[in-house]
């Protein structure tokens, strides 16, 4: 099998990640369930993981990473503790439609601004411009479909600048670019654990500029004579039982981003996309390319002869695992113009080899061509 979907779900994990969820199983139960030597191990790897996590995105303080069951979930606590019916939204035009749901849902006055793909100065003119009518603002890093690394430490200084709150929505750079909540200063980060983290799926992490309103009540294991949620992170929004087994592999896949360097993670696969270029380029299909710096280890593209969902079947049947469609961002296919076909994804990760991805750009050109002989 060679898998190119690592955008969607990090399959292919460092083997720390497997043994820690496995050690866990058999030896931990939950934080804050009683004082025997279970809960206190729970409890250890949890703070551990919040610790680490920390240190990786430049929180001073560690309370404020909050655990969540994916970046979906995280999006949902920052967007409800800032936004209401009415409330003046800016987005980019690349989001996720686990921003752009609960914005609807919410009934939010919607502003899109920076629909060209690659142009991170029309993007940054274009804010300038709708900020002053927003009451907040919420921004992806990297478009999940395309790769596009969009300018965010500027987007995150023109609206401290114009003082409107920011959510950041670091799903596909969080592992593979620096997240410097820091220099941010957003009110909120979003990021799951099962992509560039290289954690288990039902992982995510919210990193907390400001308190946020629980989404869901109930269960924090301390403060129980309270019948509201406790006022103190990260308590106040980490409803029920912790994730501990799957939390137990995400501290490990960050430790393992950690000491490899989100620049080396990142210098690799910008040469797996450049392989990919190269193996594909003249071959009649499409190919979503950004000049230097503005794209990471992402490549969509176009067969003008077959369907995108048509090939990544056949692509499936071979073994080698692509996403085709609208990736659950059809905002990002507006604005790039590819909302009626989609396109066909090919993402990378740092276990993925050269020689591996060009074997399977090698069937990936043997598939289209098929169709089009016929």
Not at 86 to 99: C, K, P, Q, Y
Not at 158 to 185: E, F, H, T, W
Not at 267 to 280: G, I, K, P, R
Request: aromatic share 4%.
């Amino acid at each position: 099998m060679i898998y190119l979907d690592s955008a969607a779900t990090s399959l292919l994990k460092p083997a720390a990640v497997e043994r820690a969820v496995l050690q866990a199983m058999r030896t931990m139960t939950s934080p804050g369930r009683g004082g025997h030597a279970p809960t206190m191990l729970a409890a250890e790897t949890v703070y551990a993981c919040r610790e680490t996590a920390a240190t990786l995105f430049h929180m001073s303080d560690a309370s404020r990473v909050v655990f969540t069951m994916n970046a979906t979930h995280a999006l949902n606590i920052a967007i409800r503790s800032l936004v209401r019916a009415g409330t003046r939204v800016l987005i980019s035009g690349f989001e996720h439609n686990a921003v752009t749901r609960p914005l609807h849902a919410l009934g939010a006055e919607v502003c899109v601004a920076g629909r060209s793909l690659f142009d991170p100065e029309a993007l940054l003119r274009e804010w300038r411009a709708a900020l002053p009518e927003a009451d907040v603002a919420v921004c992806t890093m990297v478009s999940n479909v395309f790769g596009y690394v969009l300018p965010i430490a500027e987007i995150a200084e023109l609206c401290r600048n114009a003082g409107v709150k920011l959510i950041v929505d670091a799903s596909q750079a969080a592992g593979i670019l620096p997240v410097d909540a820091g220099r941010l200063q957003a009110a909120f980060i979003a990021m799951p654990g099962h992509k560039g983290l290289m954690g288990p799926q039902g992982t995510g992490i919210l990193l907390c500029g400001e308190d946020g309103d629980p989404l869901i009540q109930g269960g924090s294991g301390s403060e129980s004579r309270l019948q509201t949620m406790p006022e103190t992170l990260p308590e106040r929004l980490e409803a029920g039982t912790h994730n501990v087994c799957g939390i137990a592999g995400l501290l490990e896949g960050i430790r393992y981003v950690s000491e490899k360097g989100t620049e080396g993670i990142l210098a690799h696969e910008t040469e797996l996309l450049q392989t990919a270029v190269d193996c594909l380029d003249g071959s009649g299909f499409e190919l979503f390319t950004g000049p230097e710096g503005t794209q990471c280890g992402v490549l969509s593209l176009r067969c003008p002869w077959m369907d995108c969902e048509e090939l990544a079947g056949r692509l499936a049947l071979r073994g080698v695992c692509v996403r085709a469609g609208l990736h659950c961002a059809p905002a990002a296919h507006e604005s790039a113009g590819t909302l009626e076909t989609g396109t066909l994804r090919l993402s990378f990760s740092p276990f993925l080899s050269a020689g591996e991805l060009a074997q399977g750009c090698s069937v990936l050109l043997e598939e289209s061509e098929k169709t089009k002989r016929n």
